[in-house]
């Protein structure tokens, strides 16, 4: 199934029950990763524009390309009071930028869905020189007993799952492959707070999950629902999370700033 489309219909339960991104990651972003309000940002499968809101606050100019046209929509009603804003109807091996003409790339859960070769092609292409690309999840702690049991819920009911974000692992082979093992990797503390509502929603909103029309539906919902009796506590319940960022160069993946010798004459060489 064509990835583009796995959320058509889904983009305002996305919203509703996606998660948002910690403060202190775009601080981070900012104060030590060379992030600035005049930068152009291209933010690839921006999906309903969680994380593109935070890069629009700090002021920069952000292309947010996302294929999907429910989810574009959505977005561009939320944000269309930035004015820096540029909604971008492409994909992530074909975003429609101008070559050279971005400073950074960032992808919030959305890297799992592409591919690899064809993503790093085009980040080359449009990256100016010495820009950087972020990959971001929210990821679940697994060592939480709620996570555990959400995994084996999905794992019974929805037979589209193969893990949560698309079954990418920390230091994931497709991360290493993408940023040539030039990265660093950070994390921060993210925890989750739902009432019964807001916790289904967030459930329900994965591309895996099952829908109103499938077989099992409401046994899978009332399964969710025990859960969330079982751990939550006056009606709230905390979901241990922590957000997780892998960062690089583009120069590291990129011919760019390789050197080469050519020789001239006898003795003298040309480094292009």
């Not at 524009?49 to 952000?62: I, M, T």
Request: proline share 3%.
């Amino acid at each position: 199934m064509d990835s583009t489309i796995k959320f058509d219909g889904l983009a305002n339960l996305y919203e509703d029950g996606r998660p948002e991104y910690p403060t202190i990651l775009i601080e981070k972003l900012y104060t030590d990763y060379g992030f600035k309000s005049t930068s152009i940002i291209a933010d690839i499968g921006a999906g309903t524009g969680k994380f593109s809101k935070l890069l629009l606050e700090q002021g920069s100019k952000v292309f947010c390309v996302e294929p999907n046209k429910d989810m574009r929509n959505e977005l561009v009603n939320k944000l269309n009071k930035y004015n820096k804003l540029h909604a971008i109807n492409g994909t992530a091996g074909n975003t429609t930028l101008d070559t050279s003409s971005v400073d950074f790339i960032t992808s919030a859960q959305a890297f799992h869905w592409f591919n690899v070769h064809e993503f790093k092609r085009e980040c080359k292409r449009i990256l100016k020189l010495e820009g950087r690309v972020a990959l971001v999840w929210n990821v679940r702690e697994m060592e939480s007993p709620l996570n555990q049991e959400c995994f084996q819920i999905y794992k019974q009911y929805c037979q589209n799952f193969v893990g949560f974000n698309g079954g990418i692992k920390r230091d994931d082979e497709r991360i290493k492959e993408f940023f040539d093992m030039h990265y660093k990797r950070m994390e921060f503390p993210n925890p989750l707070f739902f009432d019964q509502k807001s916790f289904i929603k967030r459930c329900i909103s994965g591309s895996y999950s099952l829908k109103k029309t499938d077989q099992n539906y409401f046994e899978y919902i009332a399964a969710l629902e025990n859960v969330f009796d079982k751990y939550s506590n006056n009606g709230q319940l905390v979901m241990e999370n922590k957000t997780v960022v892998y960062i690089g160069r583009c120069s590291s993946m990129s011919m760019r700033n390789t050197f080469i010798a050519l020789p001239l004459v006898k003795g003298a060489y040309m480094i292009i």
